[in-house]
């Protein structure tokens, strides 16, 4: 038997007695839970004692105010300018768009609305979370949110729907701006968002909830 039989055994045991040694020395704070300090914290790193798993998703860590995650329009404040359709690398929002005859309304920070949105959606899919189309809108209704966990069985779930005119308001809308039914809307922008096709035909989605992330039934 040579020697070197003799000293990948060694070098085994030594290497068990390592790791039992590091395992007995933490053992005794295995039972605290980690801090939940988020990333944002100094002290995220400089962690070395308890647990470092949490139990997900019964536990989680804060997420930054900066962090990109699932994107929310509050519709109310969108003036359907198309800005962030037009931004977007990835082309994964479609807007319909349906031109009144004059103001209808106002955004929350006094911009007059003259066009409705008889279609507003994001595939969250298809997004590359670059954050452009949040920088270009012109009333920051468009917003990431905290929401970073929203996997879904089915991609076609990750088209998030925000317009909310019914049928009977869209029909009539287009009947006043003289748009035949599912013809180019002169507010929209035609061959980018008028008129373009989607991957499939899409159910009616449930509104997400901004805070939990789910989407409400
Ligand atoms: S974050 Fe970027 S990729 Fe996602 S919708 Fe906005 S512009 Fe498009
Ligand atoms: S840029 Fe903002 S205001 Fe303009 S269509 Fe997009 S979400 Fe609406």
Known sequence: MNTGYWKSILDSISSIWTG???TFRHIGT???SVSKDGVASDNYFARSEGLMSLQYPHETLPVPDNGRYRLHNEIDDCIVCDKCAKVC?????EIDAIKDKEVYGTTSDGTPKRIHAARFDIDMGKCCFCGLCTTVCPT???TMTKAYDFSEYDVIEHIYSFANMSDEEIAEKRKQAE???????????PGKTAGK????????MPKPNINTGKKDD
């Open 20 to 22: 039992m040694r590091l």
């Open 179 to 189: 748009i035949p039914s599912g013809g180019a809307s002169p507010a929209g922008t």
């Open 30 to 32: 295995a039972t605290k």
């Open 140 to 142: 920051e209704c468009l």
């Open 197 to 204: 096709p989607m991957m499939k035909p899409r159910p009616s």
């Open 89 to 93: 690398p990835v082309d994964c929002i």
